[in-house]
C-alpha cells in the first residue's frame, strides 16, 4: 500500500461523507489538484497551512487505489508531495484520526504508516 494522508477541516469532511468523494478544499480547487503529505510532510502541512484550527481530520489514504491521477511532484524545499487530479473516491480511505491541539500544536497519532 502505498500510504498518503490528506488533513480535513470539519466540514469538508462531514461533505465528503455525504458524496461519498472529495473533490477539494478551497486551496485544492484553487491549484486544480487534492494536496496530500506523506507522514513525514504532515506536520510542515498543518503547521503552514492549519495553524491552531481544532477539530481537523487526519484521513490516511491507500495512494494505490488512486490509479495515475496521484502523481508526486517537487513543491516545498524541493521535495515530493503527492497531488490527485480527480476526486478522492472515500473509498480509498483506509483510516481516519481526529488531530488535537495540545501548546497549539496539532498532535499527529503515534502508529502512521
Do not use: C, N
Not at 472529495?22 to 506523506?38: E, K
Not at 487526519?58 to 496521484?70: F, I, R, T
Request: charged residues 20%; without cysteine; aromatic residues 10%.
Amino acid at each position: 500500500m502505498s500510504t498518503i494522508y490528506k488533513i480535513f477541516r470539519p466540514g469538508e469532511w462531514a461533505e465528503a461523507q455525504v458524496q461519498g468523494s472529495f473533490a477539494g478544499s478551497a486551496d485544492d480547487l484553487r491549484d486544480g489538484f487534492i494536496h496530500f503529505s506523506t507522514a513525514e510532510q504532515l506536520e510542515g502541512t498543518a503547521a503552514r497551512h492549519f495553524a491552531g484550527e481544532a477539530d481537523l481530520v487526519l484521513a490516511q489514504v491507500d495512494g494505490a487505489h488512486l490509479g495515475e491521477a496521484l502523481r508526486w511532484e517537487e513543491s516545498r524545499g524541493g521535495k515530493l508531495f503527492p497531488h490527485l487530479y480527480a476526486a478522492l473516491p472515500l473509498a480509498a480511505v483506509t483510516r481516519t484520526w481526529t488531530l488535537p491541539i495540545v501548546d497549539g500544536v496539532h498532535q499527529f497519532p503515534k502508529d502512521l504508516i
